[in-house]
């Protein structure tokens, strides 16, 4: 998190605006908006640093994860021995030992859309675990977090957002908590995050 899902170069394009005199104010609104789309639609659509996060089992075969832009560092530890340590654990192998799930994902951009992995599927054949053990911090992965792309759709919303914004206060929002008061207030802006969550809001578990 903490990169804006359009720049102010684009967002001035958009709004046909020619002078750059308040381009730290759009910056910071541009900031604000990206980060109240991330809780309103409950995923963020930028991509993190490889980073480990640790996941509880059902006893199943399947993992929901929040989404995963890219395989590069992706690593995958299952506690087979229930001792919560994973450090003694092999590293799964993607595509022997389990699948990144939905089959679509992480497919060729359209409209700079790709869709990010959200589970991971054990193979019936591994010979290192073929079910997640039901039990608390079941699994470490590995990997980086969120979409490998800022879509087109996000990027113009977040736009028309802060346009939006700046319309109804006739300042820049730097509060981040403020700029979601004024825009749950505004019937514009709650269309857009209507049309929005019917595409890009997150239903599935982690």
Do not use: M
């Amino acid at each position: 998190k903490g990169r804006n899902y359009a720049t102010v170069a684009i967002y001035r394009d958009i709004v046909d605006k020619t002078i750059d005199e308040d381009d730290l104010t759009i910056a910071d609104d541009l900031l604000a908006v990206s980060r109240y789309l991330e809780r309103k639609l409950g995923r963020q659509f930028n991509l993190s640093a490889a980073t480990a996060l640790v996941f509880d089992g059902q006893g199943g075969s399947r993992l929901w994860l929040p989404d995963i832009g890219s395989t590069t560092g992706l690593a995958v530890l299952v506690d087979t021995d229930g001792d919560y340590i994973y450090t003694d654990e092999t590293a799964l192998v993607l595509n022997t030992d389990y699948w990144l799930g939905p089959w679509d994902r992480l497919t060729a951009a359209v409209n700079n859309e790709q869709k990010p992995g959200r589970f991971i599927e054990l193979h019936p054949d591994s010979t290192i675990v073929t079910v997640f053990p039901a039990q608390r911090r079941a699994a470490q992965v590995t990997a980086q977090w969120g979409w490998p792309l800022v879509p087109h759709a996000i990027e113009r919303a977040t736009c028309h957002l802060v346009a939006l914004l700046r319309i109804e206060t006739q300042r820049a929002i730097t509060a981040r908590g403020e700029a979601g008061d004024v825009l749950e207030a505004t019937k514009q802006a709650q269309d857009i995050i209507v049309e929005l969550s019917r595409v890009y809001k997150r239903s599935t578990p982690y």
